[in-house]
């Protein structure tokens, strides 16, 4: 219990402490003017008040990975509460935050033009088919998900038809969730998603409280304490360097994320709100990670218990959550419970649809006030997701997923660098990071099974290589922004 309770406390001072010095590096002012007043179109750009987008932004990043992925990681044990509290505070809230500011400066631009912009063209273009891809695997993964536990409450179908794994039930709920999809995507963000979020958003921190509730007060689990044993059933096959750093993402860093953060940045009304906006959302998401990292651990006893459960149930994390939420909180509450999983995986799979979108529309100069312009770019997203979701089984798609999405927070943590070269400001706070995340994503790149499944020596060694070759690279670039600057001057 102490180990979690010091992770709690230290990331709720975080936001007060390591927060607001990112807003003074950032030179955070409420006199800038910002997107939603100077390109306001009533469809993208719109003035929300900060308590919704603080909750949009909070759905849109947190989708399965802060209680799915908490759960599975916690499987590794204790260790997993060091990388939800370290990578929280200052991997994924810087990330989240800079990132945020950054498209706010720039008019609200999307990630790949903010990639360009800061990396290079060449880097952009690629940036730009590369986080596309990342949104269609998000879609489809939180399509596909939502669907399978919304289909347990229903009545089965007596059909035999079956798709890819999919029984009817699941295929006819998948696609009410798509025909949602598509409406979300389309209409303004202010008549769907700023109605709709703020009931998810607040049963997902009811969610969090009701299990932080059980934790603290009821007497009846005991939390372990801190150890970097790594305790998963097959640590050979999984190390916890890297794949702990990939399973718990969302909880601790990534890159999905700062697709989402242009969203918002075209949405609030003043600087001084990014930091509960970016930053507060995801010390929030770290939070949530890790009080179901906590009693995923002590429901069954022990991390041995836990791996025990997951290995009976295929490593179905839907089914140890849903057993948790049960047998902590009764049925009725555990009812509100997974309308908040539901909830947070669905309004992460809209607006990856909707970023997709932007994305597209910001790079091709296609206005999208126009109602046939938004469709005529989101259908082939749409048609990809499908396709993904009925040619591919989960588990691959997870893996593809889970890679994508750490490697884009390293395009994103090297431009956040450039950012601060330009700024003069304390570039270490993001080049820790980058290095970390380049080596950790490099590193699965070559040895994991589902990639090039290369030798964990020979894997770690072409990791550590490449990794320099980056770093040396973007020490070169920044001095040459250092040189630039003073010529300049």
């Known amino acids: 219990m102490i180990t979690f309770i010091t992770c709690l406390a230290l990331l709720v001072a975080a936001y007060f402490v390591y927060g607001k010095l990112l807003e003074k590096i950032c030179g955070i002012s409420v006199v800038r003017k910002v997107p939603s007043e100077s390109k306001f179109d009533g469809v993208d750009y719109v003035p929300l008040p900060m308590w919704k987008t603080f909750l949009i932004q909070l759905l849109n990043i947190a989708g399965l990975g802060p209680i799915f992925g908490a759960v599975l990681g916690a499987a590794y044990g204790p260790v997993a509460f060091v990388w939800i509290t370290l990578g929280g505070i200052f991997f994924g809230a810087m990330h989240d935050f800079l990132a945020g500011v950054m498209s706010l400066r720039e008019g609200g631009m999307s990630l790949p033009d903010i990639i360009k912009q800061y990396l290079g063209r060449g880097m952009g273009r690629f940036n730009l088919v590369f986080t596309v891809a990342l949104m269609v695997l998000v879609g489809a993964v939180f399509m596909s998900q939502p669907a399978e536990l919304i289909a347990k409450w229903l009545p089965e179908s007596t059909s035999e038809f079956n798709i890819n794994g999919f029984g009817s039930t699941v295929l006819w709920t998948m696609g009410g969730i798509l025909v949602y999809y598509i409406i979300a995507t389309l209409f303004p963000v202010d008549k769907i998603i700023g109605r709709i979020y703020p009931l998810f958003g607040f ?28 305790h998963i059933a097959n640590p050979e096959r999984f190390p916890i360097f890297p ?3 990939l399973t718990i993402a969302c909880g ?10 242009p969203l918002m940045a075209r949405c609030l009304t003043n600087e001084n709100q990014c930091r509960p906006v970016f930053y507060g959302a995801m010390i929030s998401e770290s939070i949530i990670a890790l009080i179901w990292a906590a009693i995923a651990m002590a429901f069954w006893g022990d991390v041995e218990g836990l791996n025990g459960a997951l290995a009976a149930n ?34 992460s799979g809209d607006t990856a649809y909707r970023s997709a979108r932007l994305m597209i529309a910001d790079a091709l ?12 770019v989101s259908l082939p997203i749409f048609a990809a997701g499908v396709f993904i979701i009925l040619a591919t089984d989960f588990r691959t798609l997870w893996s593809y997923f889970a890679w994508f999405n750490q490697t884009l927070s390293v395009f994103t943590l090297w431009a956040i660098c450039i950012f601060l070269v330009r700024r003069r400001g304390p570039v270490v706070i993001a080049m820790i990071p980058a290095v970390f995340m380049t080596y950790i994503c490099s590193c699965y790149l070559f040895t994991s099974a589902q990639m090039l499944g290369l030798s964990t020596t020979l894997g770690n060694i072409l990791a550590g290589v490449l990794t320099l070759i980056i770093t040396l690279y973007y020490i070169y670039v920044f001095n040459s922004e250092v040189r630039n600057a003073k010529t300049t001057a």
């Open 365 to 376: 100069g296609i206005e999208q006030k126009t109602l046939w312009k938004r469709v005529a």
């Open 203 to 230: 049963a997902l921190v009811f969610m969090a409280l009701g299990i932080l509730g059980v934790l603290l007060f009821t007497g009846d689990y005991t939390i372990p304490e801190l150890s970097l044993k790594n």
């Open 243 to 245: 794949t702990l750093f």
């Open 252 to 261: 601790a860093i990534s890159g999905f994320h700062a697709t989402q953060s």
């Open 314 to 347: 295929r490593n179905n994390a839907s089914v140890l959550v849903d057993m948790i939420a049960n047998q902590t909180l009764g049925h009725t509450i555990a009812v509100v419970v997974m309308f908040g999983v539901v909830g947070a995986a669905i309004t």
